[in-house]
């Protein structure tokens, strides 16, 4: 088969990225490919089955290279990204960064201490509803609430309904859609459920099955473990009883949107649509993930010392 390289150069430069360079290669040398396979010479390159099977079965999503857009981190272990702003829990600073979608940093909150905006090993922060963020504050034994300016609103602390305190140690947290909390009480090894007022509706203990809780997500049925230790995403039904698994090998970070599962490992991204087959992305370098986060068609992915960025359009 021969390509007119030259006739594609001058109809590439109005293209907008890679993956309207491939449509318009396909679109103009798919026909004469066909021909080849099936009414050509009986010498049928390699290459052109191989790039029919890719252009008609490919699985690979369409992305640009990792744009790392904040650095210096120390330790970062959590990420949550509104429409207008993206969090990060920096646990060695004791501290929450607010930055923007490129990684200008507009605020911080925090310092280390037990009082109002002060952390003592914060852990997790959830703001995905855009109206407040939710951070678990480890050795505070609590989850402090502040609204989107940064102001702080209140603490869910671990005294009930009778004034007898729990010593609740809150790790990983999750929003519902509703905006209930979720969040995890490890040395207790339970799973607490609170509703928009911070009233405890329902508590479970964590199934034996789990090995570790490193990162917790809800949907509107479902919640989600990332189980690191034992390389498994859990799935549990919303009142806690254990419904299933799915196989997690490398994976070392998660993120449930309402489309499907996205997941990540030290050489690839990956997303699992709620109706369709599993489709990737390879890194062009190996990182760490710690956490990533969905908003629209950016991937953000934090690892301990460093902020990622990817532009990807789900097909």
Request: hydrophobic residues 40%; charged residues 25%; proline residues 2%.
């Amino acid at each position: 088969m021969n390509i007119d390289v030259s006739s594609l150069q001058r109809r590439a430069c109005g293209a907008s990225s890679f993956r309207d360079i491939l449509i318009l290669f396909l679109k103009t040398q798919l026909s004469a490919l066909f021909h080849t396979l099936c009414v050509g010479t009986k010498r049928v390159e390699r290459s052109a089955f191989i790039l029919l099977f890719v252009a008609i079965n490919s699985n690979l999503l369409i992305a640009q290279p990792l744009q790392k857009i904040y650095s210096d981190l120390d330790n970062a272990t959590s990420i949550s990204v509104t429409q207008n702003s993206i969090y990060v829990v920096e646990q060695g600073q004791n501290r929450l960064l607010k930055l923007d979608h490129d990684g200008q940093l507009l605020e911080t909150i925090g310092g280390k201490g037990s009082g109002d905006y002060q952390f003592s090993k914060p852990v997790d922060v959830d703001a995905t509803n855009g109206l407040k963020i939710f951070i678990t504050d480890f050795n505070n034994r609590r989850v402090q609430v502040f609204d989107r300016r940064g102001q702080y609103l209140s603490s869910i602390s671990g005294r009930d309904s009778f004034g007898v305190n729990r010593r609740y140690n809150p790790t990983q947290i999750a929003l519902s859609n509703m905006g209930e909390v979720y969040f995890v009480d490890e040395n207790a090894r339970y799973i607490r459920h609170f509703d928009l007022d911070y009233n405890l509706l329902d508590e479970f203990r964590i199934s034996n099955d789990i090995e570790s809780v490193d990162e917790l997500a809800v949907s509107s049925s479902e919640i989600f473990i990332l189980d690191r230790s034992s390389q498994t995403i859990h799935r549990l039904a919303s009142n806690g009883r254990y419904e299933g698994f799915y196989p997690a090998e490398e994976i070392r970070a998660m993120f449930v949107g309402e489309t499907g599962i996205w997941t990540a490992s030290s050489k690839k991204l990956m997303f699992e649509p709620n109706t369709g087959e599993l489709q990737s992305i390879e890194f062009q370098q190996s990182i760490n993930p710690i956490d990533l986060h969905v908003e629209r068609e950016q991937v953000y992915i934090l690892t301990a010392n460093e902020l990622f960025k990817l532009s990807v359009p789900v097909r």
